[in-house]
């Protein structure tokens, strides 16, 4: 492989993927053929692309590390489908990135830096409408968090947000030993489809946001009290209204909230907002 001499930034989140039958069973997750359209987060050394490119496929590689990128670009200097762009993904324009080649839907295919993998989850959301399909190598503790159901200890924000949106799906455990260098922590890879339309109706997603993040901000305090303290333009009594008009006793916790009752308490607080 290229780069070997190449030492690993743990500032960078750098565990490249080495076992090749993980490395063939991700990219069997994604649709790669002629036509289709991939983006890449973080290819490193290219491990995963050269899976993902080897059907014909059109990619876009995202890539902070200048010392890899020339590699890469060395790599797929013939390839006129492969574009490896040098890049924050936190920072550049993504949908500016992603329509500039007027193709798509896009598929995201990523061995994930841990370190900023809840903020790439984040953009990801909000840009799912350019999106088919997400495959995404995470810590197997946020994999965790992203299926979890109501009342388990893994349920929160990334599992109401990513659930009220996606399809998501677990589809299988890496070991450390897959990775150099060695991560101290199991892997685990996802697939996420996007929903036509919401789960749950929601009105207005932004409100919704804050009364998810709100109910989860404090885990051992009730729903009252998260409410209370979430900042959410609601009185008192108007919290206190909309838990009843929803029947949510005001004493559970935001952990046993299904998808259906965070909309109905995020509609009936929006309509009592500002009373
Ligand atoms: N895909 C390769 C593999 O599976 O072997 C590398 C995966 S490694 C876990 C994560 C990669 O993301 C590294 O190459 C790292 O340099 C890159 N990276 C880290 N932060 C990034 C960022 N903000 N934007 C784009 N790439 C980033």
Redesign the pocket.
Known sequence: MRGEGIR??KS???????DRNV?SRIAGLVSAGPGDCIL??????????AFLVSGGARLVA????TR?VPLLRETYRDNPRVEIVQ??????DLPGLLTRYEEGPWQVA???????STP?LFLLLENRRFFSRLVL?LQKEVGDRLAAVPGSKDYGVLSVLFQLHFDVVRELIVRPGS?HPVPKVDSAVLSFVPLETPRVEVGDEAFFSRVVKGAFAMRRKTLWNCLRGAGLGVTEEGIAAALAHCGIAAGRRGETLGLEEFACLANALLARRGE
């Open positions: 690993a930034r960078l989140g750098q565990n490249f993927l080495t490395l890449e987060i973080g290819p490193g050394k290219g491990a995963l692309t995202v890539e902070l590390d890899l890049g924050d993904i936190l920072e550049l990523a061995n994930l830096p841990y370190n900023i790439v190598m990775f």
